[in-house]
């Protein structure tokens, strides 16, 4: 049978050469310094979204909730989100079915997916070190190419992905909607903004990694779009930095995660925060997830109506361009700090 991993160790060989003969990179100190920090248990804060179904208090309560949520970790957990666990368990069981192809026929794309060649990634090509290296690969799916997947026969993979897509972009939206609200703004300004050609479906499998926590599954970052809504399985290895330490998500059935993106810090003026948050590889056990990303349009303006303003106003074209650049120069994204006033 052929092989469905990745080849990281031959083709990030210098990497792996340069780390253990002549120890960690200058440049990787600080995400150094991610490593080290302490890490405890602590739970983030999960919040029962059938209570927006409810009139009243209830209501109003968990709207309050989600924007202390958004403020105060920039991360949190929902129940009763209307992505039946059924979905949840089917759109799995079919991505480990994709995943298990041929490392080859992945790179190639699969036409009987619609999945073109560039929709798959694995490692980080612009890594200047092993810390900067992920031990992950990916499809990444816009939700337009959607109504194409699975057009000449539908599999069961494209109709549970469609049927997934279709729920959790409006799960997103309505979340943002609710953002907008608590902070007193026009609350359509997603549903004119972020359009289906950004918006887009990551599905991520982790590898055993025999070189974890050395090698991240994926390294510390914070995410360059308004929300994303993130699916995990039960192997846990997702971490958000909370006041300094790293903070271990614990897998939950039935529970999706929410993480607020830098385009939301920024729109907010700094209300809510986009935190980092890291993927630890598991030395023994391959992990999945799929996350989905609420992008708006290139020419979108990402500007708050705050008086005094945090960043300058900036264009989501803007963005990506200066999260491209660093990533080339440094091998990583500097993100929202570059747009400080
Ligand atoms: O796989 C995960 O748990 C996290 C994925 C993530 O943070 C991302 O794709 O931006
Ligand atoms: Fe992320």
């Given amino acids: 049978m052929e092989p469905f991993d990745p080849p990281f160790q031959e083709f990030y060989k210098k990497l792996f050469d340069d780390h253990f003969f002549n120890g960690p990179c200058p440049g990787g100190h600080e995400i150094e310094f991610s490593h080290n920090a302490k890490e405890c248990k602590f739970e983030l804060p999960l919040i029962d979204l059938s209570h927006l179904n ?3 208090f209830k209501h109003e309560d968990c709207k309050r909730e989600i924007a202390k949520a958004a403020q105060e970790w920039g991360f949190f957990q929902v129940v009763n989100h209307g992505v039946s666990h059924d979905i949840l368990e089917k759109l799995m069981s079919e991505q480990v079915k994709v995943f298990k192809k041929p490392f080859q026929v992945k790179v190639n794309g699969l036409p009987e997916l ?4 560039g929709s798959y990634q694995w490692g980080t090509p612009s890594a200047n070190c092993l810390q900067q290296l992920a031990w992950s690969e990916s499809f990444h799916v816009p939700l337009i190419e959607l109504s194409t997947v699975g057009a000449c026969a539908a599999t069961d993979f494209s109709k549970i992905v469609k049927q997934y897509a279709m729920i959790i972009s409006k799960l997103a939206n309505e979340l943002a909607e609710i ?13 004119e903004n972020c359009v289906p050609s950004m918006c887009y479906i990551r599905m991520s499998r982790y590898p055993a990694c025999p070189f974890s926590p050395e090698v991240f599954g994926l390294m510390p970052h914070t995410d360059s779009d308004f929300l994303t809504i993130l699916h995990q399985d039960h192997i846990g ?13 614990n897998p939950k059935q039935k529970t999706l995660i929410v993480i607020v993106g830098d385009l939301f810090e920024a729109w907010s003026n700094g209300v809510f925060k986009s935190v980092e948050h890291r993927v630890i590889a598991n030395k023994q056990f391959e992990r ?6 609420l992008c708006p349009s ?4 990402i500007e708050s109506s705050e008086k005094s303003l945090i960043y300058k106003r900036f264009s989501f074209r803007e ?3 200066q999260v491209q650049d660093d990533v080339k120069r440094y091998g990583r994204k500097i993100g929202l700090s570059r747009f400080i006033l």
């Fill in 288 to 293: 999945f997830s799929t996350a989905y990303f």
């Fill in 298 to 301: 290139f020419e979108t303006m």
């Fill in 179 to 191: 953002l907008a609200e608590m902070l007193g703004q026009k609350s359509d300004f997603f549903k």
């Fill in 54 to 56: 409810i009139g009243g």
């Fill in 319 to 321: 963005f990506r361009q």
């Fill in 237 to 249: 290895g997702l971490q958000v930095l909370k006041d300094g330490k790293w903070i271990s998500v």
């Fill in 114 to 117: 619609n999945f073109p060649a």
